[in-house]
């Protein structure tokens, strides 16, 4: 399994941008998705995760009502679209993929619970 993710950018303050997580060799073991960030000095935090069958995801309190995850099943890719962006959500974003089973999304921003990771986009947000 192999994960691309793209859409980074340049963005000014209040702007938008759309990521994208293109998995080739998808298997039907693939149970969640989750957008992680890292910022320069900090930790990496999870942004965002879907699980891959129902409707459920889970976010961020800092990027809540203005991030929204989605997937589509059919092209093996999820969505990060991020609306209102600020300078706070410059960062490498990276998405990464379950396959060993189901989830507790309760436990989706734990890097350990998610098997395969992409190689990360750059996302600058200008004040």
């Known amino acids: 399994v192999q994960l691309q993710a793209s859409g980074g950018g340049l963005v000014r303050t209040g702007g938008s941008l759309r990521l994208s997580c293109a998995a080739s060799?998808?298997?039907?073991?693939?149970?969640?998705i989750g957008w992680f960030r890292r910022a320069p000095g900090k930790e990496r935090e999870l942004v965002a995760a879907?699980?891959?069958?129902?409707?459920?995801?889970h976010y961020a309190d800092s990027v809540k009502g203005r991030f929204t995850i989605s997937r589509d099943n059919a092209k093996n890719t999820v969505y990060l679209q991020m609306d209102s962006l600020k300078p706070e959500d410059t960062a490498v974003y990276y998405c990464?993929?379950?396959?060993?089973?189901?989830?507790?999304?309760?436990?989706?921003?734990?890097?350990?619970?998610?098997?395969?990771w992409g190689q990360g986009t750059l996302v600058t947000v200008s004040s």
């Open positions: 060799g998808f298997t039907s073991d693939n149970y969640a």
């Open positions: 879907v699980r891959w069958s129902g409707v459920i995801t």
């Open positions: 990464a993929q379950r396959v060993r089973g189901p989830i507790n999304m309760a436990l989706a921003g734990t890097s350990g619970v998610y098997d395969h």
